[in-house]
């Protein structure tokens, strides 16, 4: 049914749940030097949400990121990083109780 997949040639406010996917642009500054990155939204909040879990500013998360890259795109290893995040808080048995379940006392 490859019809009933939207055109790429829709735009964003023809698609529902069109803020996850919209591509945003920002500036930030890293090592004393103005960047920009295009990430989708969904993209932008995952990196808030670790920098915040960190206690980090997010123009230090991505200059961690651009340290650390293997990529010659910094927007790509941004998305790389994020994927890669919560990929492993989600299979971490931490992050689905198993450890602390193991931990609490029963009665």
């Known amino acids: 049914m490859l019809n009933d997949?939207?055109?790429p040639s829709l735009s964003t406010?023809?698609?529902p749940g069109k803020r996850a996917f919209a591509v945003?642009?920002?500036s930030i500054i890293i090592r004393g030097?103005?960047?920009s990155i295009s990430l989708e939204n969904a993209f932008?909040?995952?990196l808030k949400d670790i920098a915040l879990r960190r206690g980090a500013t997010l123009s230090s998360l991505v200059e961690s990121i651009d340290l650390h890259r293997e990529t010659d795109n910094l927007s790509s290893a941004v998305r790389l990083f994020v994927l890669d995040y919560?990929?492993?808080r989600a299979t971490s048995p931490v992050m689905i109780g198993e450890r602390q379940a193991a931990h609490t006392p029963r009665i």
């Open 33 to 35: 030097r103005k960047t």
């Open 13 to 15: 406010t023809d698609l």
């Open 5 to 7: 997949l939207p055109s």
């Open 86 to 88: 919560f990929r492993t």
């Open 24 to 26: 945003i642009k920002r």
């Open 44 to 46: 932008w909040t995952g």
